[in-house]
């Protein structure tokens, strides 16, 4: 059974630190290309942040570059996003997301149709 469950969230005043987990079990992580989405109240669904299955892409969505860093490690099925200099409009549910491997991409996918595996997402508040 195919599992994704973030941890992580929480409150936090504007200019802090969090970083997000999402623990994978189900499938094989190592070739999955893995994603950050974020849905904000009232809001569509945003891609945030995006790794291949080889590391050797990484994408950012432009409100975040140079704030949000995403690793994975295969050995722990693993999947971080470490999010720095938050801000109010950063205020989300955050899901992780994975594609279905071995995956295809050479490239990043920002859609969500491009994934086939979510969480249930974890709170991010953050406050003025």
Known sequence: QVQLVESGGG???AGGSLRLSCAASGFTFSKSTLAWFRQAPGKEREFVTGITWIGADVYYADSVKGRFAITRDNAKNTVYLDMNNLKP??????YCAADRPPSHVSTVPTT?????YWGQGTQVTVSS
């Open 89 to 94: 409009e950063d205020t989300a549910v955050y």
């Open 11 to 13: 409150l936090v005043e």
């Open 112 to 116: 969500a149709t491009a994934y086939d």
